[in-house]
């Protein structure tokens, strides 16, 4: 068995060639239908989307399907290249959230999957907050999700082995079950990938993110020219409820628009 470990941000890059494997249990095309439904609630009207943070392009696909006019951007260029397998004709750009070029004016833009979680400081949460306004149309909708405490105290505390078409994940997190508001925390993510000699190989990746109470993201969504319209939790299903209960649901869902003489256009 070899070993390769990995300390860059996030750890992503290297995650990448197995990323949908990792993610291989997450129903993509369901939680498009409830952040689609969200949106309209909120009056969505157009079809451009930018998804940050798009990862290998999961995220987006749904959308596409859909008709929406997808632009995507994120850090990783081993992720991109697996959005541009998956979508070759969907503009993608390398980017950093914190420091977003001018992309377009979008109806939509996207962050989820705790993308934003991993910027470990409010001055870091406000810059990528205010990246992303500057990439909104004048009635853009901005909907982006965040760990909830919960998640912090169980996912984040435990340790996990699943497997994917021969490869073995095994997470493990070090945080703990009375992981207090703003905390950090870490996960490990091993890949163990089946070689034809019958051994594995071993990448390692490390992940460390940070709790954000909703009281401060509120703050932030107002310091980046942005009005906060709603914040709801996160169900199992990736349906939504009307409000948030950082102790029964694990994701928290915001939404977002221009304050009013902030348009972007």
Not at 2 to 11: E, K, R, S
Not at 211 to 232: K, S
């Amino acid at each position: 068995m070899t070993t390769t470990t990995v300390a860059a941000p996030g750890g992503y890059e290297e995650l990448a060639p197995f990323y949908d494997g990792f993610t291989s249990g997450s129903d993509y095309e369901t939680w498009t239908k409830h952040v689609l439904a969200l949106a309209s609630a909120y009056g969505l009207d157009g079809r451009r989307v930018l998804d940050v943070a798009c990862g290998t392009g999961k995220s987006f696909l749904s959308l596409l399907a859909r008709g929406f006019e997808v632009t995507g951007c994120d850090l990783s260029p081993g992720m991109l290249a697996g959005a541009r397998r998956k979508a070759p004709g969907v503009p993608l750009v390398e980017a950093d959230v914190r420091v977003l070029p001018r992309l377009g004016a979008f109806d939509l833009v996207t962050c989820f999957d705790d993308s934003l979680n991993h910027l470990l400081d409010e001055d870091e949460l406000s810059a990528g907050l205010r990246s992303i306004a500057g990439n909104l149309a004048a009635g853009g909708l901005l909907l982006f999700d965040l760990n909830t405490l919960l998640a912090y105290r169980t996912t984040f505390a435990v340790d996990s082995v699943f497997g994917h078409e021969g490869t073995v994940f095994v997470w493990r997190g070090d945080s703990s079950v009375d992981a207090p508001p703003g905390c950090r925390a870490t996960a490990c993510i091993d890949a163990f990938v089946p070689r034809a000699d019958g051994a594995y190989d071993r990448v390692s990746t490390r992940h460390e993110q940070r709790h954000f109470p909703p009281h401060r993201v509120g703050e932030l969504i107002r310091r980046a020219g942005l009005v906060c319209l709603g914040l709801h939790g996160v169900r199992d299903d990736g349906s939504h409820t009307d409000d948030l209960d950082e102790t029964h649901q694990l994701k928290a869902m915001y939404v977002a628009r221009l304050a009013k003489g902030g348009d972007s256009e």
